[in-house]
């Protein structure tokens, strides 16, 4: 059963020499360790898996930098106006968001915490502002956390700013 796992290993360090990956690999990969990590019996805690949970967020995280670099996105753009093909990079914050919340570390929980709800905050911005859904979000202040008449900022480069903390 080892074996699987060093062939997958081994098979990632090629692709890594061979230059670096392409966008739609480190979405994939990051995506596969997400599922990995969210079916496993082993436990969470572990250090195997928390190991696994750092690689994934530093491959989505490195996938959203380039996601900005080329400007998939646009705020005053429709939805009939993205690319079929690079659609799946809407869950981008999504799926970071939940492997952030994979993380074990009761030290830094506060933190992890308020950076995966900036990613998901950062989702459903985009759900709205390509109207994918109708509602409200909650307006936030500067640190994050709830508050009545303040502006919500969850833009990539606040998004950008945590993940470069956490690195």
């Known amino acids: 059963m080892a ?16 230059g670096p990956p392409k966008l739609s690999e480190l979405l994939d990969r990051g995506w596969k360790i997400f599922e990995e990590v969210d079916t496993t019996n082993e436990a969470i805690a572990s250090s195997n898996i928390q190991v696994k949970v750092k690689r994934g967020i530093s491959m989505l995280e490195e ?8 400007a998939l996105f646009s705020r005053n753009e429709e939805m009939e106006e993205i690319a079929t ?42 759900c709205k502002e390509y109207s994918i859904t109708r509602f409200e979000l909650p307006k936030t202040d500067d640190k994050g956390t709830t508050a ?3 502006e919500n900022e969850c833009s990539t480069a606040k998004v950008n700013q945590l993940a470069s903390a956490n690195t």
């Open 3 to 18: 074996e699987p796992k060093n062939e997958t290993v081994a098979q990632e360090q090629l692709n890594m020499d061979a």
């Open 63 to 70: 996938a959203s930098r380039m996601v900005a670099q080329l």
């Open 85 to 126: 093909a690079d659609l799946k990079y809407l869950l981008l914050p999504a799926l970071l968001g939940a492997l952030t919340l994979k993380q074990t570390s009761q030290e830094k929980r506060l933190e992890i915490v308020q950076t995966a709800r900036v990613y998901f905050m950062d989702f459903l911005r985009r």
């Open 148 to 150: 009545e008449g303040s």
